[in-house]
T-cell receptor, first 116, second 115 residues
Framework: AQTVTQSQPEMSVQEAETVTLSCTYDTSENNYYLFWYKQPPSRQMILVIRQEAYKQQNATENRFSVNFQKAAKSFSLKISDSQLGDTAMYFCAYSGTQGGSEKLVFGKGTKLTVNP | DSGVTQTPKHLITATGQRVTLRCSPRSGDLSVYWYQQSLDQGLQFLIQYYNGEERAKGNILERFSAQQFPDLHSELNLSSLELGDSALYFC??????????????FGQGTRLTVV
């Protein structure tokens, strides 16, 4: 079964600085997708960025970028120019097709606090 | 606003009771997914429906059941509730059968408290 591990339960960063959240996963599949979701205090799950495993180029969305290392099964999220509104729980998630399900498998999350 | 509507937002009930959580997917989305978020277990996949049929089942207890209706809204039924069932229950929807090909949109969740 696929597993997703986020080893940093909590992190903090100063406003305008850069922070990197770590994520590793385990799978025997070759084709899959990886996601970072943000959950602010409002509880809404918001997709931040996604990466297709067959693409070598790292995905980028404005201030958010990933470092995808397929061989190492690593998928970290870099947030540049951190803003107060980035304060939230961040979840790394995996989606494949093994077992006939495209469900999302989530990590335990990293609580990020951006300090003024 | 994701376009996915979950009702109610909050629910408080006693042990042993039965509740129904409702989810209306985004217009045009055929797939509905249910997830449970608890403090100790994180976000766990419960079940997926596609166009009215069960597509995949995850860590869903036998006391829980779900269905998707012809108008594509879905209901999650939780019975014989226990204190440990207290959690945030999310519904997500996507356009296609395969989540990997389309973005999943999450509702705001239903906070269930069992007392």
């Amino acid at each position: 079964a696929q597993t997703v591990t986020q080893s940093q339960p909590e992190m903090s960063v100063q406003e305008a600085e850069t922070v990197t959240l770590s994520c590793t996963y385990d799978t025997s599949e070759n084709n899959y997708y990886l996601f970072w979701y943000k959950q602010p205090p409002s509880r809404q799950m918001i997709l931040v960025i996604r990466q297709e495993a067959y693409k070598q180029q790292n995905a980028t969305e404005n201030r958010f970028s990933v470092n995808f290392q397929k061989a190492a099964k690593s998928f970290s999220l870099k947030i540049s120019d951190s803003q107060l509104g980035d304060t939230a729980m961040y979840f790394c998630a995996y989606s494949g097709t093994q077992g006939g399900s495209e469900k999302l498998v989530f990590g335990k999350g990293t609580k990020l606090t951006v300090n003024p | 606003d994701s376009g996915v509507t979950q009702t109610p937002k909050h629910l408080i009930t006693a042990t042993g009771q039965r509740v129904t959580l409702r989810c209306s997917p985004r217009s045009g989305d055929l797939s509905v997914y249910w997830y449970q978020q608890s403090l100790d277990q994180g976000l766990q996949f419960l079940i997926q429906y596609y166009n009215g049929e069960e597509r995949a089942k995850g860590n869903i207890l036998e006391r829980f059941s779900a269905q998707q209706f012809p108008d594509l809204h879905s209901e999650l039924n939780l019975s014989s509730l226990e204190l440990g069932d207290s959690a945030l229950y999310f519904c997500a929807s996507s356009a296609g059968r395969a989540l990997v090909n389309t973005e999943a949109f999450f509702g705001q969740g239903t906070r269930l408290t069992v007392v």
